[in-house]
C-alpha cells in the first residue's frame, strides 16, 4: 500500500511539473507565433520541416523573438504556387506592397560600419516571397542589385524584411497563396 502511495505521488508530481511547463518559443520562417498557431498549421498539413535547436550558442540567436528559456522549436510551411500577379494581391498593415515598402524604408538603418565610405546613396534590390500563410520565407530572399558590393547593406535589409509583421495573404480563386515581390531598398546618410 505504501509502495502505491509513492507511486501515486510521483506521477501527480510529474503531473503538476507537466502542467507548470511552458511551451518553446516557436518560430514559423522568422516570426514567432503561438501553440495555438502550429496547432492549427499542423491540423491542417500546412508544415513542411520542424526543426528543434538544441546548442545554447544557436538558441541565443533567437532570443530577440521572445523567451527561448523553454526551447525553440523552427517550422518552415509548404508553399505550392508562386504568383506575380494573384487576383486579390496580400495585404499588410491594412495597405499593399508600397505600405510594406514604405515600413521597410521607415526601420532600415544606414550600417554603422559603412559610414566610412562616404556614399549617401546606396540601392540594394530585392527579391523575395510572401508565402501562403503571410510570412516571408528566408530562403527566398535574394539580392538582384547589391549595395557597392558591401554584405553590410544586405545584411540590414534581410533583417528587415525577416522582422516583418505577418501579412494577409495574397488569394487566387479565394485560396491563399504566395507571392513573388521586388522593389529596389535605398540606403541614405541623410
Known amino acids: 500500500m505504501k509502495r502505491l502511495f509513492l507511486i501515486g505521488v510521483s506521477i501527480l508530481a510529474a503531473l503538476t511539473a507537466y502542467a507548470q511547463q511552458k511551451d518553446p518559443l516557436y518560430i514559423i520562417n522568422e516570426c514567432a507565433v503561438s501553440a495555438e498557431e502550429v496547432r492549427e498549421l499542423t491540423n491542417q498539413g500546412h508544415i513542411d520541416v520542424i526543426t528543434v535547436v538544441r546548442e545554447a550558442d544557436q538558441i541565443k540567436?533567437?532570443?530577440?523573438?521572445?523567451?527561448?528559456?523553454?526551447?525553440?522549436?523552427?517550422?518552415?510551411?509548404?508553399?505550392?504556387?508562386?504568383?506575380i500577379a494573384p487576383e486579390e494581391p496580400g495585404e499588410f498593415m491594412g495597405g499593399?506592397?508600397?505600405t510594406f515598402q514604405q515600413w521597410v524604408m521607415e526601420n532600415i538603418r544606414y550600417p554603422e560600419d559603412m559610414k566610412n565610405l562616404?556614399?549617401?546613396?546606396?540601392?540594394?534590390?530585392?527579391?523575395?516571397?510572401?508565402?501562403?500563410?503571410?510570412?516571408?520565407?528566408?530562403?527566398?530572399?535574394?539580392?538582384?542589385?547589391?549595395?557597392?558590393?558591401?554584405?553590410?547593406?544586405?545584411?540590414?535589409?534581410?533583417?528587415?524584411?525577416?522582422?516583418?509583421p505577418r501579412w494577409v495573404p495574397a488569394k487566387q480563386k479565394g485560396e491563399a497563396v504566395a507571392v513573388s515581390y521586388v522593389f529596389p531598398v535605398i540606403f541614405s546618410t541623410k
Do not use: C, M
Not at 520565407?137 to 544586405?154: K, M, R, V, Y
Open 61 to 83: 540567436l533567437y532570443e530577440q523573438f521572445g523567451d527561448t528559456s523553454n526551447g525553440v522549436v523552427l517550422i518552415t510551411l509548404k508553399d505550392d504556387l508562386v504568383w
Open 96 to 98: 499593399n506592397i508600397v
Open 118 to 164: 562616404k556614399v549617401d546613396k546606396v540601392k540594394v534590390v530585392v527579391k523575395f516571397i510572401i508565402g501562403k500563410h503571410g510570412y516571408i520565407q528566408p530562403n527566398s530572399i535574394i539580392f538582384l542589385e547589391g549595395g557597392n558590393g558591401s554584405e553590410a547593406f544586405t545584411k540590414e535589409v534581410r533583417r528587415v524584411l525577416l522582422s516583418s
